[in-house]
């Protein structure tokens, strides 16, 4: 509860900042924002602690009971979507009463977030596998998710960069946040995005 609360004052901080600054409307900048953020914290967690499963938090585990990286993995990307969960009744209280409702979006938010979730867990697996051997891959993942957290549109949109929109989605995390993020405030994400 705490972790929510703490988040959702921050965001609605910057929301009224950014808004204000950018000149974007709050209703629907403040969805944009935390359904973002939110997802992006998903990734970002998943990927930072991957960094570090096999040689670090889970290292006697693995070396004294036979069971597979796969499963050491599974658990760290689920204890993040659980953390991601804490979220849900705030971003499904802002569908309803702020968006229309429409069947097909929550629809497309489902199955964006089972893709993300699939891609966010083989991208965990590899950087824990990747880390076994080069430990330096964990400040080096840290630091690029923290450039990545400026480089995604989370905090700004895309319109913004006018005729350039389309270079953002060379940031793969673009895509993921997107088919995420964009149906469940109201907007059907482009096939580009899948």
Same mark, same amino acid.
């Given at each position: 509860f705490w972790t929510v609360l703490a988040k959702l004052i921050t965001l609605t901080i910057m929301c009224f900042v950014w808004s204000t600054i950018f000149k974007l409307e709050i209703k629907t900048?403040?969805?944009?924002?935390?359904?973002?953020?939110?997802?992006?914290?998903?990734?970002?967690?998943?990927?930072?602690?991957?960094?570090t499963i096999l040689y670090l938090r889970f290292k006697q585990v693995y070396l004294n009971i036979p069971v597979p990286i796969l499963v050491l993995t599974i658990r760290s990307v689920a204890q993040e979507i659980f953390n991601y969960l804490h979220f849900l009744p705030v971003i499904l209280i802002m569908y309803f009463f702020i968006f229309d409702f429409n069947f097909l979006n929550l629809?497309?938010?489902?199955?964006?977030?089972?893709?993300?979730?699939?891609?966010?867990l083989l991208l965990t697996m590899l950087l824990a596998l990747i880390s076994t051997r080069f430990r330096d891959i964990s400040p080096l993942v840290q630091?690029?998710?923290?450039?990545?957290?400026?480089?995604?549109?989370?905090?700004?949109?895309?319109?913004?960069?006018?005729?350039?929109?389309?270079?953002?989605?060379?940031?793969?995390?673009?895509?993921? *946040?997107?088919?995420?993020?964009?149906?469940?405030?109201? *907007? *059907?994400?482009?096939?580009?995005?899948?």
């Open positions: 900048f403040f969805p944009y924002l935390v359904n973002g953020f939110v997802i992006f914290f998903l990734i970002n967690s998943c990927l930072i602690d991957g960094s629809i497309l938010y489902v199955a964006g977030f089972i893709i993300l979730v699939i891609n966010v630091a690029l998710m923290g450039a990545a957290t400026l480089l995604t549109p989370i905090f700004w949109k895309k319109d913004m960069l006018g005729e350039y929109q389309n270079w953002i989605y060379l940031n793969p995390f673009t895509s993921m *946040v997107e088919m995420v993020r964009d149906p469940i405030i109201g *907007v *059907v994400p482009e096939i580009k995005v899948y």
